[in-house]
């Protein structure tokens, strides 16, 4: 089964140099806003999967490719790290 | 920096690790099956079910679960190994050889394109999923396939990194020109020969 | 921001052993030295990389244990066909290393200021942050009420138990027992469900906070009974475990 968000907090900081498991992401399929830490998130396979709990499309994709991370983020239409978290 | 050891930790030994002399570089045995996706399990009722071959948007033949099940098929045993590094050895899986399929359409591609339920697809080269390569496997260890392994039908092609045996496979798009498929957009190696460690792209 | 201690960027950096409980049979809490931790808060998690003298790696996350301001603690279950759990829970000794980085995770995170009442939900080693904010809310002085629904196998599966325990009087933390009861056990047996959770969830109306932390089914089967006690979604916040 999937995790979420928090499973992958250090990796979102070395992608984006900053905490971001609160960050408000709108998904650009079905615009649910929520943040980063309420995903679905695929682990353990070629890459990391990260996906919209509403409606299961992705958001984003980030394989490891000799020692880089390779970022896809064409699944999130907004990405709002200074909103609070509650 | 270099990274301080911890003493006394060490890789876990697995069963079959002797016999590594049969494994591909940087593989290790493993004794579970582990279940690795993109995303959920989907849950195709097998009334609903189809394998389609399509080319250029059409679809040039269908078989629904029945008329699938009526198609010739084997049982095979293969080793299977999984780019994160695990190989599982003696794996026995029963499904119909994909050229059996590719025979009742009568095109010559020299790339088909596995399209799953949920989106996944993966590209292969026609000539890899010829004869003994390739199978649409409906079976494992002797019951039908479990969902969480890519049931009710996966591909099965042994002699690639794992990625490649697409699961809940639905169908092949044939092409004439080679496309990356999923993994193979984000950096995975376009081929995947686990004996020449093609992992990544540019291996 | 006073509080938080989130760092923009993230580097390894060698931890000590300094010392090792047996909280279970299986569970241990490891406490570290670190030479530059620059705080954390209740909630929050660390990764953890242990390289092997072959240069072998492996990397896994794990909740901190303690409160902001107490020592960096983590509290490892021994995963049976596990790598790096049954080397943290029985090989590891004072005086070892490893590399750590955090802290992490700014969602799942409770500070007084966030007020209450707290409902805290776990399952098994899910237990590890909320025992983190419990401990933190009992340093603050926070009067914010609290309860802790607890979900274990059996009693001796418990981890903190003596701990928790006290806290009666100052936060109401219950146990659901789901495998084994001692004899004469009156509380709670079985899956949490509805009919428990009628018996321990603040209502809706009093504005809870709700932590849910264990493994994915736990987690999704209990936030989904929140909300349909009108739990508010942004008000329940999960964190959901699963074996490496």
Known sequence: MALDGNAIGGLLTEIFAAEMTSAQATCATCGAVRPLADTLVYLRGPGTVVRCRQCTSILMVISRVRGFNCVDLSGISTLDATAPSA | MTSPVSRGFHRLSRPGDARAGQLPPGQHTTADFPVLSAGPTPHTPLQEWTFSIREGGATLRTWTWSEFMEMPAETVTVDIHCVTRWSKLGTVWRGVPVPALLDQVAHDPSYVMAFSDGGYTTNLPARDVTGGQAWVAYGYDGQPLPPEHGGPARLLVPHLYFWKSAKWIRGLDLLDHDQPGFWENYGYNNYGDPWREQRYAGD | ?244
């Open chain 3, 1 to 244: 921001m006073a509080g938080t201690a989130v760092r923009g960027r993230l580097t390894w950096q060698t931890a000590t052993v300094a010392s090792v409980a047996d909280e279970t049979d299986t569970v241990r809490t490891i406490t570290l030295d670190l030479l530059d931790w620059p705080g954390h808060q209740a909630g929050q998690h660390l990764d953890v990389r242990l390289t092997a003298e072959d240069g072998y790696a492996a990397e896994r996350s794990y909740s901190i244990a303690s409160a902001a301001g107490e020592p960096v603690a983590i509290t490892v279950e021994r995963l049976e066909d596990g790598e790096v759990s049954p080397y943290l829970t029985q090989e590891l000794r004072p005086g070892d290393q490893m590399e750590i980085r955090g802290p992490i995770g700014n969602w799942f995170t409770w500070e007084p200021g966030d007020g209450g009442p707290l409902l805290l939900i776990a399952g098994g080693s899910g237990v590890v942050p909320l025992r983190a904010i419990l401990r933190h809310r009992q340093r603050a002085g926070s009067t914010a009420p609290a309860r802790l629904l607890y979900s274990s196998r059996s009693l001796e599966d418990v981890i903190y138990r003596h701990e928790l325990d006290q806290y009666r009087g100052s936060a109401d933390v219950r146990y659901t027992l789901t495998r084994r009861q001692p004899p004469g056990w009156g509380g709670f047996t079985g899956r949490v469900d509805d009919a428990m959770l009628t018996r321990i969830a603040w209502p809706a109306s009093q504005r809870p906070l709700a932590f849910i932390c264990g493994p994915t089914q736990f987690v999704e089967a209990v936030a989904g009974l929140l909300v349909a006690r009108h739990y508010p979604e942004n008000r329940v916040k999960t964190e959901r475990f699963g074996g490496a």
